[in-house]
């Protein structure tokens, strides 16, 4: 009998190519998943079927991981409002994680004897995908026809067109992958280190020219609301706000990283719903969370995310960053004013019953409520005092 090999599929020309491959070339019986993350509608999950059985798969399976995906992984996103380097929001790694998990699960259920994946030997997906394969389905034979054989785009669609394999291959000439925390990009263009994206590689076209404000509502620092809208649970929120925000242009950006194998890389990515998430969340958060708050969940927020980043997700101190997160999570109840305009948005103002910017205490640069004059020139001769005695000690001392 043949081998049984489960290869997670996208569609695109990486994971096409390997159905092919690993079916005519090295005698596998071919099985393929699709864990979907929120950047598949009905009618392209339909259309990534019926290619795969038209590539000649023993059988494919479509697993819907997005709210799965935004319980486990997105909500801590957007309570660290991580993004790497501060620029990108992990769309991709943070989406691989949930990929993975999911084809190692399946891998047992079906007992596959291998698990391929289409990832090349240039970035942060190999590890992303062998790390958790080896961690959760330890023994299986791991096989990446992309990394092993060193192959360029070139090379895979001369190969599929010998095969007969009808599909888009100019639009393959851009790796693109798709998922409810945002989309990244990859050509030419990206491939050195000045260039931008053309119009038409960028999945979402600008189609708005007249700004809005829309009205965020989070409670415990999840979003529940926009413009008074509720939804059952957040990930229909991002879907909604992304519908809003992403025929803007806004979210896109060049990403440059340091991967994991320690190379420079480039990404172009589109994620206009969560770069206003994260950037209203943030806004909320200082005016309700107090500085030491704020100042450790950033040191936290950013290991978590460079971990995260990494394919680390599932070492236990991850979870213990995560019960931190939560708990500061407690008072970020409030609603956040956005204005979206062509290719950028700007937060105009929350209102919070946490508000811990009170009138009642103050006004910056204007008068306080809470204390005398006096009390403050107590406050700053003690504040100051052991760098005044460090000063004063010093002087004396090359004085002699």
Excluded at 105 to 125: C, L, P, Q
Excluded at 233 to 244: F, G, M, N, R, V
């Amino acid at each position: 009998m043949k081998k049984k090999v489960l290869l997670a599929f996208s569609g695109g020309l990486d994971t096409s190519y390997c159905v092919k491959y690993l079916g005519e070339e090295k005698g596998y019986e071919v099985h393929t998943i699709t864990i979907n993350t929120g950047g598949f509608d009905a009618q392209e999950i339909a259309e990534i079927e019926k290619r795969a059985k038209n590539l000649g798969v023993a059988s494919h399976k479509t697993v819907d991981e997005t709210k799965n995906y935004y319980d486990k992984v997105i909500r801590y996103l957007i309570y660290g409002n991580i993004l790497k380097n501060n620029t990108y929001p992990l769309s991709v790694s943070a989406e691989r994680m949930s990929q993975a998990l999911a084809t190692a699960i399946y891998a047992r259920e079906i007992k596959a004897d291998a698990v391929a994946h289409g990832s090349t030997g240039a970035g942060n997906d190999q590890v992303r995908f062998d790390m958790i394969l080896n961690i959760l389905a330890p023994g299986v034979e791991i096989i990446t026809p992309i990394r092993e054989l060193k192959l360029s785009r070139e090379e895979e669609i001369s190969y599929l067109k010998s095969k007969g394999v009808d599909m888009n291959f100019e639009k393959a000439m851009y790796s693109v992958n798709k998922g409810i925390w945002g989309t990244s990009v990859g050509g030419k263009e990206t491939l050195k280190s000045l260039g931008m994206l053309p119009e038409e590689a960028w999945p979402t076209q600008v189609t708005k020219k007249d700004s809005e404000e829309v009205k965020l509502t989070f409670v415990k620092g999840e979003l529940t609301k926009i413009n008074d809208k509720a939804f059952a649970h957040p990930t229909e929120a991002i879907q909604h706000l992304q519908s809003l925000a992403g025929p803007y242009g806004i979210g896109r950006d060049i990403h440059v990283g340091d991967t994991i194998i320690g190379i420079k890389g480039r990404v172009g990515f589109e994620a206009a719903a969560p770069m206003v998430i994260i950037k209203a969340h943030h806004a909320l958060e200082k005016h309700v969370l107090t500085k030491w708050q704020l100042s450790w969940k950033d040191q936290l927020s950013q290991f978590y995310g460079n971990w995260l980043h990494e394919g680390q997700y599932l070492d236990p101190v991850m979870r213990d960053m995560e019960a931190f997160l939560t708990k500061s999570q407690d008072n970020v109840t409030g609603d956040v004013h956005v204005q979206l305009f062509p290719y950028r948005f700007q937060v105009m103002g929350i209102h919070s019953e946490f508000d811990l910017m009170s009138s009642k205490f103050g006004k910056y640069g204007e008068m306080n409520l809470g204390w005398t004059g006096d009390d403050v020139k107590g406050f700053t001769k003690i504040f100051g005092n052991q760098t005044v005695i460090y000063h004063q000690v010093t002087e004396s001392a090359k004085k002699g």
